[in-house]
């Protein structure tokens, strides 16, 4: 879909272009004559013979063959030239920065849906419409300004936004981070974020190509292919954060089960992420922050050292690294004490190591060399220096320069001030560094990007099940929630673990499956969904006596229909859960189980396929992990069991894509094994 007249374009016409750098048409004719640029650039006006000193073609017929187009006219104007360029002209290039299509009414949809016809017709790709356009390192087809320096080690860049891009690009060229792309995909009627992702894939060169990339995305309209183009870049080495707008839902869902009320088309979104090892922003100067650390080396672990002359920020910094499971090891013994006698009278080198307002270039050399030759422990070093306003802070950014080229381990740097050392920090970024103003959005950012999840095997070891016997059951089942014992089947055949159980609509059958189970027995009312609330779970059941009473007193609950029995396990109580949620496929949730779940919401996501480790991941990352590994005396959830039933639960569903929501809840953990206890099962067809 995108080929090189998009992208390396062999001649461009401005159609629409203007003297009016004002414009999107005079813009983005400027930003072209200003760019690498060098085949044929053409114009068409049909007021001027001249245009930005180009001599102007009246309409698109008078135009010989050419490569790219750049659309600036209303939007009732765009079909007839588009089909002229397409048809006549050979053109395969086009960037639409005209607006009224498919963002705007029912008739500007169906006259996106025809020139995306025509450009499909030929083989050629589409930018837009409703865009700012695309920049290359071949050459600018935006309309925007500022133009950022673009470097073939800088930063690929796509967006759903075109203003989101300029507000984006703005502020990182203030921080000294360079570009190698720009794309504003604006309405993405051919070309998405997918599109645009799976070319930075398969083009990509480890001699060449960035190994940075940061999305602002809207919408996901293919998540499998993300998924693939995402992780194959990761895997090759690519770091990439995103921020996906949009994750809030107005009004509550109405849900049938834990997990439909839980899952959300938001979490599907990180669970996306995380399986791509993207890390994910929620807001603009995140993802610069977090675009800045990439271009540092990666740390190695969690342990930082901060060197500053002043002290709050530091303290600042420190609560925001240690808030995000960072570790600011204490600093002490020789050779802390030999550091400490190279700076002024007050210094402290405990860490944060702080040679305070005075601190010079050199001092800052002897902490970072220190830092790097004394102290193992730490895997980087923070830096804040801004300016007491006592002298200028040319020599110690300059050092700190020198010291970030040849260090072993990634220092980054944190200048607060801008106004009183605005020369100075230009130019640090003149010289190609790249700073951070905020010493909390860089501690919370680089401990979002440390704690990211790698990215997962493209084919992950998962659980084998019983394919062939699951397929019979759900091909037998009717829309709507399985029956028991179809739920028992199907867990049988995907090997996972249930407590022995039965369902009796009549006292005698009661009795008889009590003796068939043994005590003790947990009853349980079928019908109503949630037993607990109506008086319907009834634990620890020890004789027949017992069974009799209770089975005619819930046999009254409003909805229930027969009582289920099953054999009293003990342990922790655990959750599993599986959600469709649309093209994302199935969402598995795991978490601590019974009432909990509700109190808590304490639960993890990921998208199936799961496997072990990628399982045991959401069981480490659950606030309440603690009591997962037994606390004060409690015997703890056997891990591997459990990881092991989460990726059964994600390969039964692969297998049974009809399941639309399914609960094991509760499953009781403990040192031998995760039992299912209780679950739902809803088939949609």
Same mark, same amino acid.
């Given at each position: 879909m995108i080929n090189k007249e998009l992208l390396d374009p062999s001649s461009v016409v401005v159609v629409g272009g203007s003297d009016d750098v004002n414009k999107p048409g005079g813009a983005v004719l400027r930003n072209l004559l200003e760019s690498p640029f060098k085949g044929p650039v053409y114009v068409v006006n049909p007021k001027a013979d001249t245009v930005q000193g180009i001599k102007a073609c009246h309409t698109v017929e008078e135009l010989p063959q050419v490569g790219c187009a750049i659309i600036a006219i209303a939007a009732k104007f765009c079909l007839h030239a588009i089909e002229v360029l397409a048809r006549e002209k050979g053109t395969r290039g086009f960037v639409i920065l005209s607006a009224g299509f498919s963002e705007e009414n029912k008739e500007g949809a169906e006259l996106e849906h025809k020139i995306v016809?025509?450009?499909?017709?030929?083989?050629?790709?589409?930018?837009?419409?409703?865009?700012? =356009?695309?920049?290359?390192?071949?050459?600018? =087809?935006? @309309?925007?300004?500022?133009?950022?320096?673009?470097?073939?080690?800088?930063?690929?860049?796509?967006?759903?936004?075109?203003?989101?891009?300029? @507000?984006?690009?703005? #502020?990182?060229?203030?921080?000294?981070?360079?570009?190698?792309?720009?794309?504003?995909?604006?309405?993405?009627?051919?070309? !998405?974020?997918?599109?645009?992702?799976?070319?930075?894939?398969?083009?990509?060169?480890? *001699?060449?190509?960035?190994?940075?990339?940061?999305?602002?995305? &809207?919408?996901? #309209?293919?998540?499998?292919?993300?998924?693939?183009?995402?992780?194959?870049?990761?895997?090759? =080495?690519?770091?990439?954060?995103?921020?996906?707008?949009?994750?809030?839902?107005?009004?509550?869902?109405?849900?049938?089960?834990?997990? !439909?009320?839980?899952?959300?088309?938001?979490?599907?979104?990180? *669970?996306?992420?995380?399986?791509?090892?993207?890390?994910?922003?929620?807001?603009?100067?995140?993802?610069?922050?977090? *675009?800045?650390?990439?271009?540092?080396?990666?740390?190695?672990?969690?342990?930082?050292?901060?060197?500053?002359?002043?002290?709050?920020?530091?303290?600042?910094?420190?609560?925001?690294?240690?808030?995000?499971?960072?570790?600011?090891?204490?600093?002490?013994?020789?050779?802390?004490? +030999?550091?400490?006698?190279?700076? @002024?009278?007050?210094?402290?080198? !405990?860490?944060?190591?702080?040679?305070?307002?005075?601190?010079?270039?050199?001092?800052?050399?002897?902490?970072?060399? *220190?830092?790097?030759?004394?102290?193992?422990?730490?895997?980087?070093?923070?830096?804040?220096?801004?300016?007491?306003?006592? @002298?200028?802070?040319?020599?110690?950014?300059?050092?700190? +320069?020198?010291?970030?080229?040849?260090?072993?381990?990634?220092?980054?740097?944190?200048?607060?001030?801008?106004?009183?050392?605005?020369?100075?920090?230009?130019?640090?970024?003149?010289?190609?560094?790249?700073?951070?103003?905020?010493?909390?959005?860089?501690?919370?950012?680089?401990?979002?990007?440390?704690?990211?999840?790698?990215?997962?095997?493209?084919?992950? /070891?998962?659980?084998?099940? /019983?394919?062939?016997?699951?397929?019979?059951?759900?091909?037998?089942?009717? #829309?709507?929630?399985?029956?028991? /014992?179809?739920?028992?089947?199907?867990?049988?055949?995907?090997?996972?673990?249930?407590?022995?159980?039965?369902?009796?609509?009549?006292?005698?059958?009661?009795? &008889?499956l009590a003796h068939e189970i043994g005590y003790p027995l947990v009853m349980k009312v079928v019908g109503p969904i949630h037993k607990s609330d109506v008086g319907g779970v009834v634990l620890n059941v020890k004789d027949d006596e017992t069974v009799v009473r209770e089975f005619n007193r819930m046999m009254q609950i409003k909805d229930t229909y027969a009582i289920m029995l099953a054999q009293q396990l003990s342990g922790t109580e655990v959750f599993i859960g599986a959600k469709k949620e649309g093209a994302f496929g199935h969402i598995v949730m795991c978490g601590l189980g019974g009432i909990f779940i509700e109190v808590l919401k304490d639960v993890n996501a990921g998208l199936a396929p799961l496997s072990r480790e990628e399982s045991l991941g959401m069981i480490r990352n659950l606030r309440s992990y603690k009591i997962i590994q037994g606390v004060r005396g409690q015997e703890p959830v056997n891990e591997e069991r459990f990881a092991e039933t989460i990726a059964r639960v994600s390969a039964l569903v692969k297998a049974a894509p009809e399941i639309f929501e399914m609960d094991l809840n509760p499953l009781l953990g403990n040192s031998r094994d995760v039992v299912a206890v209780d679950a739902r099962i809803r088939i949609e067809k």
């Amino acid at each position: 879909m995108i080929n090189k007249e998009l992208l390396d374009p062999s001649s461009v016409v401005v159609v629409g272009g203007s003297d009016d750098v004002n414009k999107p048409g005079g813009a983005v004719l400027r930003n072209l004559l200003e760019s690498p640029f060098k085949g044929p650039v053409y114009v068409v006006n049909p007021k001027a013979d001249t245009v930005q000193g180009i001599k102007a073609c009246h309409t698109v017929e008078e135009l010989p063959q050419v490569g790219c187009a750049i659309i600036a006219i209303a939007a009732k104007f765009c079909l007839h030239a588009i089909e002229v360029l397409a048809r006549e002209k050979g053109t395969r290039g086009f960037v639409i920065l005209s607006a009224g299509f498919s963002e705007e009414n029912k008739e500007g949809a169906e006259l996106e849906h025809k020139i995306v016809e025509i450009i499909n017709s030929v083989g050629g790709s589409l930018i837009g419409p409703n865009c700012t =356009g695309i920049l290359t390192s071949n050459y600018n =087809g935006s @309309f925007t300004s500022p133009v950022p320096k673009l470097d073939p080690r800088g930063i690929d860049f796509i967006s759903g936004s075109g203003a989101t891009a300029i @507000f984006i690009v703005d #502020n990182c060229m203030r921080k000294g981070l360079q570009f190698n792309s720009v794309w504003a995909v604006g309405n993405s009627a051919q070309i !998405g974020v997918e599109d645009a992702l799976e070319y930075l894939d398969e083009s990509f060169d480890p *001699a060449t190509s960035s190994r940075i990339k940061i999305l602002y995305i &809207e919408s996901i #309209n293919h998540p499998d292919k993300f998924l693939k183009h995402a992780s194959s870049l990761t895997r090759k =080495g690519c770091r990439i954060a995103a921020i996906k707008s949009g994750s809030s839902e107005a009004g509550g869902r109405a849900a049938s089960s834990h997990t !439909g009320a839980l899952a959300s088309p938001d979490v599907a979104v990180d *669970a996306l992420f995380r399986k791509a090892g993207i890390v994910r922003c929620h807001g603009r100067e995140e993802l610069m922050t977090v *675009a800045g650390i990439f271009t540092y080396p990666e740390l190695k672990g969690r342990n930082i050292a901060i060197a500053t002359h002043a002290g709050g920020p530091a303290v600042m910094l420190t609560d925001a690294l240690s808030n995000g499971k960072m570790e600011i090891p204490h600093l002490e013994g020789p050779k802390a004490k +030999a550091l400490l006698e190279k700076l @002024f009278p007050g210094s402290s080198t !405990g860490n944060p190591i702080d040679f305070l307002a005075t601190g010079t270039a050199e001092q800052l050399g002897h902490i970072i060399d *220190a830092c790097n030759n004394d102290f193992d422990q730490i895997d980087g070093i923070a830096v804040i220096f801004g300016s007491p306003g006592l @002298f200028p802070v040319y020599d110690v950014y300059r050092t700190l +320069a020198e010291k970030i080229k040849t260090s072993p381990k990634p220092i980054f740097p944190i200048f607060p001030s801008y106004l009183w050392v605005k020369d100075e920090v230009e130019e640090f970024v003149r010289n190609g560094g790249t700073y951070f103003p905020d010493e909390v959005l860089f501690g919370t950012a680089l401990a979002k990007v440390y704690n990211t999840s790698k990215v997962q095997p493209e084919h992950p /070891d998962v659980p084998e099940v /019983d394919t062939t016997r699951i397929r019979q059951i759900v091909n037998a089942a009717p #829309n709507g929630y399985m029956n028991p /014992d179809q739920i028992h089947q199907l867990l049988d055949a995907a090997g996972i673990s249930r407590a022995k159980e039965g369902v009796a609509d009549t006292e005698k059958k009661c009795l &008889e499956l009590a003796h068939e189970i043994g005590y003790p027995l947990v009853m349980k009312v079928v019908g109503p969904i949630h037993k607990s609330d109506v008086g319907g779970v009834v634990l620890n059941v020890k004789d027949d006596e017992t069974v009799v009473r209770e089975f005619n007193r819930m046999m009254q609950i409003k909805d229930t229909y027969a009582i289920m029995l099953a054999q009293q396990l003990s342990g922790t109580e655990v959750f599993i859960g599986a959600k469709k949620e649309g093209a994302f496929g199935h969402i598995v949730m795991c978490g601590l189980g019974g009432i909990f779940i509700e109190v808590l919401k304490d639960v993890n996501a990921g998208l199936a396929p799961l496997s072990r480790e990628e399982s045991l991941g959401m069981i480490r990352n659950l606030r309440s992990y603690k009591i997962i590994q037994g606390v004060r005396g409690q015997e703890p959830v056997n891990e591997e069991r459990f990881a092991e039933t989460i990726a059964r639960v994600s390969a039964l569903v692969k297998a049974a894509p009809e399941i639309f929501e399914m609960d094991l809840n509760p499953l009781l953990g403990n040192s031998r094994d995760v039992v299912a206890v209780d679950a739902r099962i809803r088939i949609e067809k």
